[in-house]
């Protein structure tokens, strides 16, 4: 089934570029030059994926990708300018899955997509429980209990944790779970995984050790 994608950016000849690319690899494109706009239409209609420019006329990116996040799990990929680093981190604490730096190469833009969409359909298919302490996550209904208290999280949120359980005592490098959890295959110089161990340590919030131990200079580890 073709895939639909709702892309957000208010620079006309640069949207028509994405939109022409992405109608090429048979994805369904919808195209929205404000963020006002673009953030009616995501909440109106049903997308597999959302592509949304930071500076936008009307609302910024981020604010509509935290809008967006507080009623729907749908995959939002930012694009942000190159010297926008805050840009980027407000847009992950926003709820974004992923962003990708302007100018990019349209190859790079489809894999990204591509992965995004391939880790939807990934989880859907396995069902099993995994335990590991005060915490279980329930693989077929996706929800996470800790300390007794239902978690909510977002995709990529219980992605990374699913990652980290389903490796108990065993480190995850930084690569590793970028290239399990975010699909990228090469060196990318990007600190998505930080942010989003972040996330999770202020949501894994408990009076005992912390659920989330740093491996200095080499990943992260759940412990039983
Ligand atoms: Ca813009």
């Given at each position: 089934m073709q895939k639909k994608i709702l892309l957000i950016e208010d620079e006309k000849n640069i949207a028509r570029f994405i939109e022409l690319e992405l109608m090429h690899e048979r994805f369904i494109v919808t195209t929205c030059y404000d963020g006002r706009d673009g953030l009616e239409k995501a909440l109106e209609e049903t997308f597999d994926c959302l592509l949304i420019d930071v500076?936008?006329?009307?609302?910024n990116g981020v604010e509509v990708c935290r809008r967006v996040r507080a009623k729907s799990d749908v995959p939002i990929i930012l694009l942000t300018a190159r010297d926008a680093i805050m840009d980027r981190v407000a847009g992950l604490d926003a709820g974004a899955d992923d962003y990708i730096v302007k100018p990019f190469a349209i190859e790079e833009l489809l894999a990204r997509i591509r992965s995004i969409l391939r880790r939807v359909n990934k989880s859907e298919t396995k069902e099993e429980l995994i335990q590991v302490r005060e915490l279980i996550i329930d693989t077929a209904s996706y929800e996470v209990t800790f300390e007794g208290k239902k978690l909510e999280l977002t995709k990529t949120e219980y992605d990374l944790l699913k990652l980290l359980c389903e490796n108990k005592n065993r480190v995850c490098t930084r690569e590793l779970i970028l290239e399990s959890v975010?699909?990228?295959q090469s060196e990318v110089e990007t600190n998505v995984v930080d942010v989003y161990i972040r996330h999770l340590r202020t949501k894994l919030?408990?009076?005992?050790?912390?659920y989330i131990e740093t491996v200095r200079g080499v990943g992260y580890v759940v412990r039983e």
């Open positions: 500076m936008l006329p009307g609302l975010w699909g990228y919030k408990t009076e005992k050790s912390p």
